[in-house]
């Protein structure tokens, strides 16, 4: 099976137009068309439905997109792997947390690729947890999160960027929004925006158990599966959300941030960190966590744990 004629299928298939799909491909209809026909003769069925005036995925085009998308996407990766192992010494699989917007991440890589040109940086984004298995399989050397219970993962190494307390984010057109911080009693009542719970993302149950300290349950009114998206419910006054200091970086507009009184209980707090697989021998692992080093926040508690 040729690669180019998956590539001819996806094209096709997405845009349902053999004249645009083949200038896409940067050949003649007829050559285009061929190698549709060589991929469905391949494959033992018809992909897709033609007339004079339209073109559709039967059941069959259908059920085997996906499976092409995917085939397409690892052959493009594998690459992208191959390319940099044989142009450079070596590389750095860098995983990024989804959403994640920190103004001290872009020092970092610029000190980063000016120290260590031979190094090759292949980045991708994913869910924490996803960013966590991803290092168990050694799929991607480190990563730069927001670690929450992440860096507490037997064999994960971490060291801290820096530390703050949490947020709340409200609609300025919210009631409490007139104050300059607040007690968690003061959100008795409130509906809340919250992310949906992930495997190593345990701030939701600290949410609960603030709430529950303080006298009442949580009333949920959306979860979301973003910040992006908890940002928008939020600005649009659906609810109030706990969030990191990152998110004024995107925050919308009439979206405001207050801290939270925390004189009767540990504070929620959360730490931008790179993590990585401890037993990851990859020495580009160590040349990145010198140069984070040199933009760590000094004030707060940046340690290196195993």
Excluded at 116 to 141: A, G, H
Excluded at 275 to 288: A, Y
Aim: with cysteine; glycine share 2%; hydrophobic share 40%.
């Amino acid at each position: 099976m040729e690669i180019k004629n998956l590539e001819a299928f996806l094209l096709l298939a997405r845009s349902l137009n053999f004249t645009k799909s083949a200038e896409q491909m940067f050949l003649s209809q007829s050559a285009f068309s061929r190698q549709i026909i060589r991929l469905e003769e391949e494959i033992g069925c018809q992909l897709f439905k033609r007339t004079k005036r339209s073109v559709e995925l039967t059941f069959y085009g259908r059920s085997f997109l996906e499976h092409a998308e995917i085939i397409v996407s690892e052959y493009n990766k594998s690459l992208i792997n191959l390319n940099c192992s044989t142009r450079k010494k070596s590389r750095l699989r860098l995983g990024l947390l989804n959403d994640l917007i920190d103004e001290t991440f872009p020092d970092i890589i610029n000190d980063f690729t000016i120290k260590n040109p031979e190094v090759d940086i292949i980045y991708s984004d994913s869910s924490m947890s996803s960013l966590v298995n991803n290092l168990l399989r050694d799929e991607i050397d480190c990563a730069y999160t927001l670690t929450h219970d992440a860096k507490n993962v037997p064999g994960i190494s971490s060291y801290t960027i820096w530390s703050k307390p949490v947020y709340i984010a409200m609609s300025c057109n919210h009631p409490l929004a007139e104050k300059k911080s607040l007690k968690i009693k003061d959100l008795a009542g409130t509906t809340f925006v919250i992310p949906i719970p992930d495997t190593y993302n345990l701030g939701v149950l600290h949410m609960n158990y603030l709430c529950k300290s303080a006298g009442f349950e949580p009333n949920v009114a959306a979860m979301v599966s973003n910040v992006n998206s908890l940002l928008m419910l939020v600005s649009s006054n659906v609810g109030v959300a706990f969030t990191a200091e990152t998110a004024k970086n995107i925050a919308p507009k009439g979206v405001k941030l207050l801290p939270i009184e925390t004189d009767e209980y540990t504070p929620l707090e959360t730490d931008i960190a790179i993590l990585w697989k401890t037993s990851n021998s990859n020495p580009s692992i160590k040349k990145f966590l010198n140069s984070a080093e040199n933009f760590a926040d000094t004030s707060e508690s940046c340690i290196l744990t195993e």
